[in-house]
């Protein structure tokens, strides 16, 4: 399953980006499929793009929202949230391990360098909700201008994805931006270089420590239609779930729930685990067998 994964992460990436007929006249697609949002991060500024990021547009309906409202319209971004709800609704967190082109270049770079590998500091992990509260809800929704606009904050200061795939090509594309680059832009390609250098010595560190569009996806995992099942009964504690999981999901020995919000469903556990303690379950079936078992206790 694993070189499935990967395929179909190659395919996603070239899916979202293949927009082949780039120029400096054009360089930003913005036709009518740009209204459909990705279900990864993968920059709406990107030459290459077709499609408009998720996390990106949750921000922009967040700073105009005072505008709109003040003006009497009702742009809510409900398309955005109920696009989101959907997927995770779904499959949880499953677009990170699956589709996300920034997922699949942690990835690539974490199994091509033969750099040594770090643990990774389990705290951070709490940086997520620093950045989807304050980044992406907050600040684009508080900190507004004079005619009440506020800036996608996450995007502009943040983002390693939005340099890499939209900053670095513009600079490229068009010379007059090299002109005006600025301590921003060098800032933002300081930030890119370090979550590359970063993904080299520990699995997928943008996900477990950044990631805004990941964390609330994986809001989901608990609730989805899709969704592992740890059977206790059966693990032999060889800890290889643990020593192959992409973003460090120890549910093994407890520390955490295998639908945690950490797990993009990969499905690495589930293929290499030697005593099969780890399955695929779905609501609908867990309904069906509760119903059967419990039409068998009222016989």
Known sequence: MEKLRRFIQLVSAFIANCRLWITQSNPIY???????????INCYSCPAAIASCPLGAIQN???????????????LGLYILGYIGMIGAVIGRAPCGWLCPFGFLQDILFKTTRIRKLPFWRPLAYGRYLFLFLFVIILPLLVTDAAG???TWFCKFICPAGTLEAGLPLMLIDPGLREMAGKLFFSKTTLLIIIILWSTVNMRPFCRAICPLGLIFGFFNKISWLRLKFHDDVCVECKACEL??????????????????????????LNLCPGGAVTIEFSSSIRKQHHESYSGNTK
């Open 61 to 75: 309906t967040l700073a105009s929202l005072k505008t709109n409202l003040a003006i009497g319209k009702t742009s």
């Open 30 to 40: 913005t036709g009518p499929v740009k209204h459909i949002c990705f279900p990864g």
């Open 149 to 151: 606009y506020g800036q």
């Open 244 to 269: 192959i999981c992409p973003t460090g999901v120890s549910f093994a020995d407890g520390r955490d729930d295998i639908n945690s919000t950490k797990c993009i469903r990969c499905m690495r556990c």
